[in-house]
């Protein structure tokens, strides 16, 4: 019987099964890291296809917030809602009324944009409803819609800075920012 060493057995062991170790460790570097950079191309991929279907659908919330600003700046609120022969109180609850339905009828819109344009139409939306309040309160009830029309008008055009206006150009300057 050969007289067959211990260390001889190991060593020979260590050099068939080392390289094969060796392999497996290089094989799961290039595997972890070529998987990883697949998964880093799928997400980047699926975020890419989003924004694509996002985009229409964030600039029509752009478009939908731009028409409610401009529909409650005094100008337009006060030529398309008529005073005609109506009372203070009647003229002002009909333009508190049209304020608050045209505001949510864009409700849904705050999804699409940031927090702080969004803050900023809903701070022009009442402050809108603080001015007409008080002009209305400021004139008291023998006054008529008419009355109340030409106040409102009058009290915006003292005013240095139209909420909607301000909220408008915030809104253009984001948009820019985002596309």
Known sequence: MPDICFMDIFLDTFRTIFPSILILIVVYLMMSSFLENEDKRRKSERVRATQKQSLPIRM????????????????????????????????????????????????????YVSDRMWEMVVASKSTMASI????????????????????ILKACMQMENIPSKSALSYLRQEVIEEF
């Open 60 to 111: 029509q919330a752009y478009e939908r917030l731009a028409l409610f600003l401009e529909r409650i700046s005094p100008n337009s609120l006060l030529l398309r809602v008529k005073a005609g022969n109506l009372t203070n109180q009647e003229y002002l609850l009909l333009i508190q009324q049209n304020i608050r339905s045209e505001f949510e009828h864009n409700l849904s819109q705050q999804i």
């Open 132 to 151: 007409v309040n008080t002009v209305s309160a400021d004139l008291g009830p023998e006054a008529s819609g008419a009355d109340l029309s030409k106040a």
